[in-house]
Antibody, heavy 120, light 109 residues
Framework: EVQLVESGGGLVKPGGSLRLSCAAS????????MHWVRQAPGKGLEWVSS????????YYTGSVKGRFTISRDNAKNSLYLQMNSLRVEDTAVYYC?????????????WGQGTLVTVSS | QSVLTQPPSASGTPGQRVTISCSGS????????VNWYQQLPGTAPKLLIY???QRPSGVPDRFSGSKSGTSASLAISGLQSEDEADYYC??????????FGGGTKLTVL
């Protein structure tokens, strides 16, 4: 059974940092492009970042470029999102999702999400 | 403001057919496949339609997708109460980003 389990969310002050993790199981993690998607409270979905199967193809939405860093460890079946210089508008549930390929948005499995709250 | 435009709401009665539109541009829908997601309250999104009109295993054939030019649509026939949810379209963009529509809240009357 495919499982994606996010962790690392929490309350952080503006300007602070957090590192999200996504533990994958039940599939060949290294064979899939992985993504982060977020959803602000009461708002719609927003794609955040993608990491190709082994790199070096990495993409970010404009509002997080230079502040967020996506990475993966195929040996540990894990995806990460290092978030620096956090802003109030980064407050959201962050989902890890498995993708069908690069430059696509067909995410066939999602985690349950982890809530990041940026507030003073 | 989302790159892809969806109506904020839609509604129908049980058994009816409803459609949800998704409008984009030549840099996104016009160039890439469109995918649709269903999000029930308090849950993670679920892939409903991929590659414009393909259904993942387990998705009822009441759900169908289509794409023409820079627009796409999701159709739900034989509407059921459990279809009440938020629906999102998504695709890639030439700016090297994934893009979602703003979402459509479907109400079953």
């Amino acid at each position: 059974e495919v499982q994606l389990v996010e962790s690392g969310g929490g309350l952080v002050k503006p300007g602070g940092s957090l590192r999200l993790s996504c533990a994958a199981s039940g599939f060949a993690f290294s064979s899939y492009v992985m993504h982060w998607v977020r959803q602000a409270p009461g708002k719609g979905l927003e794609w955040v970042s993608s990491f190709s199967r082994t790199g070096p193809y990495i993409y970010y939405t404009g509002s997080v470029k230079g502040r967020f860093t996506i990475s993966r460890d195929n040996a540990k079946n894990s995806l990460y999102l290092q978030m620096n210089s956090l802003r109030v508008e980064d407050t959201a549930v962050y989902y890890c999702a498995r993708g069908g390929g690069l430059a696509t948005t067909d995410f066939d499995y999602w985690g349950q999400g982890t809530l990041v709250t940026v507030s003073s | 403001q989302s790159v892809l435009t969806q109506p904020p709401s839609a509604s129908g009665t049980p058994g009816q057919r409803v459609t949800i539109s998704c409008s984009g541009s030549s840099s996104n829908i016009g160039s890439y496949s469109v995918n649709w997601y269903q999000q029930l309250p308090g849950t993670a999104p679920k892939l409903l339609i991929y590659s414009n009109n393909q259904r993942p295993s387990g998705v009822p054939d009441r759900f169908s997708g289509s794409k023409s030019g820079t627009s796409a649509s999701l159709a739900i026939s034989g509407l059921q109460s459990e279809d009440e949810a938020d629906y999102y379209c998504a695709t890639w963009d030439d700016s090297l980003q994934g893009v979602f529509g703003g979402g459509t809240k479907l109400t079953v009357l």
